[in-house]
């Protein structure tokens, strides 16, 4: 009962996200810049960098923004569903599903098939699978945004405040803590740090595939090692799921008791 | 003068050789110490043809002007135990011999040719695989060393040798040989009023080429790739570097070029692609760096504060990470009509120099310098901001350390 | 068919609902009446299951509403605002909850037609006005036929030829012996057709009583008459103290 009305929640919340021109112009502007990034530059570690930039860039904000002004919209259309004998849990899971799966399949068209087709490496696969998982992870941020947000600017704030934490406030804060202990050996430590920003995840994830590695110095080698490693391999993919799942359980939580 | 001397010397040796046309040769087929007793026997002047076939001789020490040739590659084998050629005496000719498996000892350096207190030696044209030196040259002057093949497999920097060894010596010329898979490919300590032109080094553990102590020397032409540690010359005065390549040395510590306690200089010319540092430059004093290229490079030029009076001019910066890193805020170098290709400046009167300074060095990379542990934030949009925020309220980047007159157009080199 | 007791719910410090008992019964039309914020939404989302009360109970023909959901399918429910995702056609809206309903196949389709949704199911919800809106939201209240029916603000969107029809379906599916709970405020409309009135003043219930019953009590004919003069009572009451 529960598969078959999330399946079906889905289905039709895809139906509606594809004729959504927000998630149409998302595609359409990474495919463009995914394209004119591999062809133009002519080294390929060099434009898979760029297009690297251009995911930690844009993937994190635009679903997070994206999917919490979704779910705000689709509020009453929760409300009619429920009402109709849909689980609380089923809804929000399906509310979930739609949204990232079609976030995801716009950033595979825009940046997985250009870079498969243009610049097929492992460096590639990498950044495609860090792609998705911000994606994933950023549409679970949302969702637990909306779940604890009544008003929906609000939650537009909390939404632009998070994505800016991970993309920019986080590394300053990092930077800083790398300043004020420099005497230290602190090249583990940071390695456990850099495990609470999916986003600095992913970047060194796609770094390390690439030849620019060794640019990092010793962190880097230390990186390189561990991540190379099974355990590292297991933990940095253990880490990415974590950072979907938490958010994901914590939201059908709070979701259950929500007054709506 | 002294390189005249040279010429001279060779001269007169080649007319010995011309004299003594009449000699005799004497042919070596293998057989037990079949090479030992054909030099036993043979006389000054002589020619020693050893023919095709595997020897296993070793410490074949030559104490007479000979000349040894080999038939078709003969193979000098030294069973990974002994030591091969000693040539102790001057304008000896070795050429056409594959020499392999030369041992290692702790007390001696072995190697497949060594030569001894001698003068125009002539090394050419030999195969050395697989040893632990390949050529030797100590106390030597007036010798060449050229086109031969040198290559090793080992892949152990503390026990392999070196492809060319030349220590306290003057005068040599190395040139067209191909090293690969030593330590160091061409190892100079003591050298002076030398040339290496035309070699192809790569591939070996520590440095392609690697020189210290070694005066007015000259470098042109060769290519240096794929190198553990890439090229370092260190604590001389008067080198001379044209033309050279100094491409992919990549990794955590590597250099196109190590340029350490080095004074008046020239880097003239040279192409550095694709190295983790292009050009790295520590204690310098008066080295011209004009007309080279830079590009791809993770740091085209590290240009550490105990450098002085160095110029940089001319040079193309072409796709590389970071242009110019520094650890201190002075800069007593100068930089001027370069181009690079981050410049974003303008040029109203289309004299192709931008009417603004171009500051090459970004706070990333000042920051970096100073932790290098700052680097796991490479290529993280914190880094962009900070470089852009830097571009326009300049703070932190050493304010000398600009280029007035940054070019257009790329130079044509 | 619908117990309510002792049911309270308070957001922060405001009460929304204080002690509700109230007792609906089949082939009723009852009007939820009262202010804004007076507990009406709060109310009827209670009784979906929208909103969890903290204390009371809801007891849905002898099963309390807690311990399963799947009491919901007996209800239709009309919400106030009828938003939908914009880019699905109003066929793909009525398909996706007939998917949802397995269980339910026979469909009343008559609100669909007399509204004329079948010519225009291809326009996505985007394109369609407000009223239109309206009318697929009660489209599919009625859509399987349920024992109870939850309409918020039912009439607020729509044309007065709508309004009417929508009206006669009431009164046809009330005749079945179904109950309705309807909010509204725009009282004159809903006079021909309630049975019962629920009047909510700051979560409390202020009366609930039988419309003939009321009108008898005031000497009024018209509802909204009828309200006000029972709140001017209220008034004068509280003037004496």
């Known amino acids: 009962m529960l598969h078959t009305d999330m399946k079906t929640i889905v289905k039709y919340i895809l139906l509606d996200l594809f004729k959504n021109k927000t998630i149409l112009v998302y595609t359409f502007i990474l495919a463009v810049l995914a394209v004119s990034v591999l062809s133009m530059s002519g080294n390929s570690s060099k434009g898979l960098l760029s297009l690297l930039n251009i995911t930690l860039l844009f993937v994190p904000i635009i679903s997070i923004l994206f999917a919490t002004i979704y779910f705000f919209n689709s509020m009453e259309f929760i409300e009619l569903l429920l009402a109709q004998s849909v689980r609380r849990k089923t809804m929000i899971l399906a509310e979930y599903c739609g949204v990232a799966s079609a976030l995801s399949i716009a950033y595979l068209l825009g940046v997985g098939l250009p870079s498969v087709l243009l610049n097929y490496s492992p460096a590639s696969i990498t950044l495609i699978f860090s792609g998705i998982f911000l994606t994933l992870i950023f549409t679970a941020i949302a969702l637990l945004i909306f779940v604890v947000f009544k008003d929906k600017t609000k939650g537009i704030g909390a939404a632009i405040i998070t994505a800016l934490f991970f993309t920019l406030l986080f590394d300053g804060l990092l930077l800083s803590f790398i300043y004020s202990f420099s005497e230290y050996p602190i090249d583990k430590p940071l390695l456990g740090l850099i495990s609470f ?17 060794v640019m990092m110095g010793y962190s880097g080698a230390l990186f390189k090692e561990f991540m190379g490693s099974v355990i590292g391999s297991v933990y940095t993919l253990g880490c990415m799921s974590l950072w979907v799942l938490i958010p994901l359980a914590a939201s059908v939580r709070k979701f259950k008791r929500k007054d709506l | 003068m002294k390189r005249t001397f040279g010429q001279i010397a060779f001269l007169f040796a ?156 003057d005068h040599l010329s190395i040139s067209g040989n191909i090293i690969s898979g030593q330590r160091d490919g061409i190892y100079f300590e003591f050298v002076t009023e030398s040339k290496i032109i035309s070699n192809r080094s790569f591939g070996n553990a520590r440095y392609g080429l690697h020189f210290m102590f070694s005066h007015n020397d000259t470098y042109t032409k060769n290519t240096f790739n ?188 | 068919m619908i117990s309510i007791t002792h049911l309270t719910k308070t957001f922060g410090k405001f009460k929304a609902l204080d002690d509700v008992t109230l007792h609906f019964e089949r082939g009723t039309t009852i009007s939820l009446l009262g202010p804004n914020g007076s507990g009406k939404t709060t109310l009827i989302k209670s009784i979906l299951g929208l909103v969890i ?14 311990s399963n959901v799947s009491y919901r399918s007996r209800i239709g429910y009309m919400p106030q605002i009828g938003r939908y995702p914009e880019n699905m056609t109003i066929k793909q809206v009525i398909d996706m909850i007939k998917e949802m309903r397995k269980e339910c196949t026979v469909y009343d389709n008559e609100l669909i037609n007399g509204f004329g949704l079948t010519a225009i199911q291809h326009k996505t919800m985007r394109s369609l006005s407000g009223g239109t809106r309206q009318k697929v939201s009660a489209c599919l209240a009625f859509l399987f036929s349920p024992d109870i029916y939850i309409l918020d603000e039912p009439t607020a969107g729509l044309d007065p030829l709508s309004s009417e029809l929508l009206k006669e379906k009431i009164r046809k599916e009330r005749a079945k012996g179904k109950l309705f709970l309807i909010t509204s405020h725009v009282l004159s409309d809903l006079d021909d057709i309630t049975s019962h009135i629920v009047y909510l003043q700051d979560g409390k219930v202020m009366f609930y009583n039988e419309v003939d019953e009321l009108k008898r009590s005031t000497g009024e004919n018209k509802l909204n008459k009828v309200i006000a003069t029972i709140m001017q009572e209220d008034l004068l009451i509280d003037a004496t103290y």
Request: overall charge neutral; proline content about 3%.
């Open chain 1, 197 to 213: 920003n999916p986003v600095d995840l992913g970047r060194i994830l796609v770094l390390l595939q690439l030849d620019v590695a």
């Open chain 3, 53 to 66: 009360p903290e204390k009371g109970s809801i007891i849905i023909d002898g099963d309390e509403i807690r």
């Open chain 2, 14 to 169: 080649a007319l010995l050789i011309a004299a003594e046309c009449g000699a005799s040769i004497i042919k070596v087929k293998p057989a037990p110490n079949a090479i030992h007793n054909a030099i036993a026997k043979a006389r000054t002047g002589d020619t020693v043809v050893i023919m095709k076939g595997t020897y296993k001789e070793h410490e074949i020490t030559v104490r007479k002007r000979l000349v040894l040739t080999g038939n078709s590659f003969p193979v000098i084998d030294g069973e990974n135990k002994y030591q091969l050629f000693l040539i102790q005496c001057d304008s000896v000719i070795i050429r056409g011999l594959q020499i392999q498996n030369v041992g290692k000892a702790s007390m001696t350096d072995m190697a497949g040719i060594k030569v001894i207190n001698a003068k125009g030696v002539i090394v050419d044209n030999n195969k050395f695989i697989n040893n632990t030196f390949g050529v030797y040259l100590q106390n030597a002057a007036f010798c060449s060393v050229s086109n031969n093949i040198i290559h090793s497999d080992f892949k152990d920097e503390i026990n392999g040798g070196n492809g060319i060894h030349a220590w306290r010596s």
């Open chain 2, 226 to 413: 794929d190198n553990g540690a890439g090229v370092a010359v260190m604590y001389s005065h008067g080198v001379n570097m044209y033309d050279n390549e100094f491409i992919h040395n990549w990794g955590d510590a590597s250099y196109g070029l190590l340029l350490k306690e080095i004074t008046d200089s020239r880097i003239t010319r040279n192409r550095f692609i694709k190295n983790t540092i292009g050009l790295h430059m520590e204690g310098t004093t008066r080295v011209d760096v004009r007309q080279n290229l830079f590009q791809d490079n993770g740091w085209a030029a590290r240009v550490q504060a105990s450098c002085s009076g160095s110029n940089f001019i001319q040079n193309n910066f072409i796709g590389n990470s970071f242009d110019v890193a520094t650890n201190g805020t002075m800069m007593l170098n100068n930089f001027d009509s370069n181009y690079w290709d981050k410049y974003d400046g303008y040029d109203l009167n289309k004299n192709n120099v931008g009417d603004v300074p171009y500051y090459p060095v970004s706070v990333y990379s000042v920051v970096t310098e100073k932790i290098p542990s700052a680097m796991i934030l490479y290529h993280s949009l914190l880094t962009d901001i900070m470089d852009q925020v830097e571009k326009v309220l300049p703070t932190i980047i050493p304010d000398k350390l600009r280029d007035d007159h940054p070019l257009m157009k790329k130079i044509k080199l």
